[in-house]
């Protein structure tokens, strides 16, 4: 067997020309578990990773407990109001502290030999103490092991397994600015509503991360949810995929958006009305936007409330504010599984008539019973399945637009946005394996 | 002449119930959003939490009747991907329970398990429904139907193209 070190597995896996405009992907990306098992050490082991929303910890007491990034995380929120992000495993022989998704305690006992840790996770009990030196007594590992970073942007709660200098801020890049605008949707905070969905498909987690803002599949892979709402508000906007409106940006590290300002044929709760709501709710809709403009002033409330964005922070977690509001976030757990999180974000002080209305919507196109969302699914997994010829086709293509990519709007319907995670992907790829090649 | 609701035996129930466990695994779908009443509505609540409130948690399904129908519309196109080609279905219904009756309705719990075949995938669906039926002059009418799935995730199934 002839071993590969991480640069050789890398070769021949991008080809990015800016000048003849060709932008292709080898398709080994999706299926070699090699490579997963460098992205793992590359990209999830380094990079900012969202965890929670501050409102699901806004209780005294209250705790979340879940997989990110593949490794099972307890956060909580302790007596005196801080907020920790442990790994949910014992420092005994391992078992997992916490086995509820979610709930208030005081403190956490292991089930296994029943030592029981305080709400900022030190050991405070162990049954029959006696039998320990007094060097375990006093061994600082003896507790919950903290994650090495975890820090909070506009209410997003994210971690980081390795230590590093560059700080959430500063990875966050040029998308911190559209998380301060979905936070600015509520006077006082966003909230999640409920517990998240919790689903999957069997395909490479990156082909997530491609769909979730490509402009280019919409009329196609999603043309009955479009034919249900021309079916409900008549003419849909007939350049809706064609000639595109809207764009989209470049925000650093890896991360892109794709947004415009009206244009899309769906209302927005938070506030954009349409004819098939009825004039009762457009009063709410209209006094909803007067309050963002009062509040944030006329443009801002305007990009807030009539334009629409699929926010993609490298390298797992989607924000979409479009007909709902999803925080999407993912993990595989092998080059063709991955496991998502969707959790709907409101704004908290949205009336009862405007928030059945946005459950309504969000779940006309969003989820995995959605009209849409299960055929995005679909597309993902036959393209996984037929990655089984990469040795006679290797190449995704990813091309368009890209000869205008540098100008003042690259369209939606292009496909900046994945070259923009994909450049991102190889240079942490190439990077790690650099190190480990030395 | 019209049953009552006190009139209305269990067997009766697992008839109406089988029969639209036979319309789903036949795909005559527009036939089983028929079912419904004009103010009729179809759910599928939380998994960690069958008895939530649709305003305050996300579902997986919140149809009212103009969804469901379209629901049923939706899946008979051929461009709904995710099942085309339509998907093979066994809907299992058991457990029936008539558990209240008013004057012209009656509350009904079932336990159910639907198989769906597709490609290379099989996948199972367990789970236990809420019924509120009408007694109508043309039989019983679904005014609502809550099917809660026992799963603690939707994994590996990923997703709920078919209707429970
Ligand atoms: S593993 Fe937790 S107390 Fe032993
Ligand atoms: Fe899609």
Redo the contacts between chains.
């Keep these: 067997m002839r071993l590969e070190t991480p640069t050789r597995l890398l070769e021949n896996m991008l080809i990015d020309d800016r000048q003849r405009g060709v932008f292709r992907v080898n398709r080994r990306a999706f299926i070699d578990d090699r490579l997963f098992a460098l992205e793992g050490r590359a990209i999830f082991e380094r990079c900012w990773l969202y965890a929670a929303h501050e409102s699901e910890l806004a209780a005294s007491g209250a705790f979340v407990s879940r997989i990110v990034g593949g490794k099972p995380l307890l956060i909580n929120r302790d007596r005196n109001g801080g907020l920790h992000a442990f790994f949910n495993t014992c420092p005994h022989r391992g078992a997992t502290v916490c086995r509820e ?1 979610r709930g208030r305690a005081r403190n956490f006992t292991c089930p296994y030999h029943g030592w029981v840790f305080s709400d900022e996770g030190k050991t405070i009990h162990r049954p029959i103490d006696t039998s320990y030196s007094p060097a375990c007594m006093e061994d600082s590992t003896q507790h919950l092991t903290p994650v090495p970073r975890f820090d909070s942007f506009a209410g997003f709660l994210f971690v980081n397994f390795a230590q590093g200098p560059e700080s959430l801020e500063t990875y966050l890049a040029g998308a911190g600015e559209y998380l301060k605008n979905i936070q600015a949707q509520d006077r006082e905070s966003m909230i999640v ?10 395909a490479n987690w990156k082909l997530l991360q491609e769909n979730s803002a490509d402009g280019y599949h919409a009329s196609s ?1 999603h ?3 479009f ?2 709402i021309r ?2 508000e008549g003419a849909v906007r007939d350049n809706f995929s064609r000639t595109g409106f809207g764009c989209v940006r470049n925000l650093g590290n890896g991360h892109a958006v794709s947004e415009s300002l009206d244009g899309t044929p769906w209302g927005r709760p938070l506030a954009r009305w349409i004819d098939s709501w009825g004039t009762e709710i457009r009063a709410d809709v209209d006094a909803a936007y007067a309050e963002m403009v009062q509040r944030v002033g006329a443009e801002r409330a305007k990009t807030i409330c009539h334009g629409d964005r699929n926010l993609l922070i490298f390298p797992n977690l989607v924000i979409n504010d479009i007909m709902g509001l999803v925080i999407r976030t993912y993990y595989p757990t092998s080059p063709s ?1 991955f ?1 998502v999180n969707a ?2 974000l409101a704004p908290k002080h949205e009336g ?1 008539r405007l ?2 209305l946005r ?2 919507n ?3 196109f969003l ?3 959605g ?1 849409a ?3 995005d ?3 993902l997994e036959s393209c996984q ?1 037929a990655y089984a010829t990469q040795t006679w086709v290797q190449w995704n293509d990813l091309s368009r637009g890209m000869l205008t990519e540098d100008g003042p709007n690259p369209a939606k319907q292009d496909e900046l946005q994945m070259r923009t995670f994909w450049r991102r992907w190889h240079e942490l790829m190439r990077r790690a394996g650099e190190t480990e090649a030395v | 002449m019209n049953a009552t609701a006190a009139e209305i035996t269990r067997s009766e129930v697992e008839d109406f119930l089988f029969l639209e466990a036979a319309l789903l695994d036949e795909w005559k779908l527009e036939a089983w959003a028929a079912l419904f009443t004009a103010d009729g509505e179809y759910l ?1 609540p ?4 069958p008895d ?1 409130d ?9 149809d ?1 009747r ?2 469901l129908n ?2 049923a519309r ?1 899946l008979l ?1 051929k ?5 085309f080609p339509h998907s093979r279905t066994v809907h299992l219904v058991s457990n029936v329970r008539i558990v209240e009756r008013s004057a012209d309705e009656l509350q009904v719990r079932s336990s159910f398990i639907v198989t769906r075949a597709k490609g ?2 099989n996948d199972t669906y367990p789970g236990r429904s809420t019924y509120r039926l009408l007694v109508t002059s043309d039989g019983l009418r679904i005014r609502s139907k809550r099917a809660a799935l026992e799963l603690s ?9 078919i209707i429970l």
Aim: hydrophobic content about 30%.
């Design positions: 998704d509503l409920g517990s998240p969905q919790t689903y999957s498909a069997r892979t043309s009955t949810y034919d249900y079916n409900r599984y496991e959790f709907a009862p928030r059945d459950h309504r969000f779940l006309e989820g995995p019973a009209f969302t299960p055929d699914q679909e597309m399945r | 599928i939380p998994l960690d939490d939530a649709p305003l305050n948690s996300l579902f997986l399904v919140y009212d103009h969804r379209e629901r939706r196109n461009a709904a991907h995710a099942e290379p995938l995730q939707l994994r590996p199934q990923g997703k709920v193209s």
